[in-house]
């Protein structure tokens, strides 16, 4: 199983940027998909998920109304549209398929991509 994160990068504060994930190597028929995040000092944390269909996305309150998730239904592939960047919002963003819809736990990881957002 093969995850890749791409779309990281340095922004200023109110910026935007893109990320978009892509998994491969088997069948995820059924699998949720997700972004989280670990700050530096942090522990990883939710960001955002998607259904396998793409009908039902979970948020963090603190990227409510900022961040937006997208998956094309049935498809292995995510992204993740972020606006109104803040500073605390640095932090490598990792991708996740087939975690379980509620825990957040398990599934399968990719090695992350860094987002940097200066003040």
């Known amino acids: 199983v093969q995850v890749v994160e791409s779309g990281g990068g340095l922004v200023q504060s109110g910026g935007s940027l893109r990320l978009s994930c892509a998994a491969s190597?088997?069948?995820?028929?059924?699998?949720?998909m997700a972004w989280f995040r670990r700050a530096p000092g942090k522990e990883r944390e939710i960001v955002a998920a998607v259904t396998w269909s793409g009908s039902r996305t979970y948020y963090a309150d603190s990227v409510k109304g900022r961040f937006t998730i997208s998956r094309e239904s049935g498809k292995s592939t995510m992204a993740l549209q972020m606006n109104s960047l803040k500073p605390e919002d640095t932090a490598v963003y990792y991708c996740?398929?087939?975690?379980?819809?509620?825990?957040?736990?398990?599934?399968?990881w990719g090695q992350g991509t860094q987002v940097t957002v200066s003040s």
């Open positions: 996740n398929i087939d975690l379980v819809w509620g825990s957040w736990s398990q599934g399968h």
């Open positions: 190597g088997r069948s995820f028929t059924n699998s949720p």
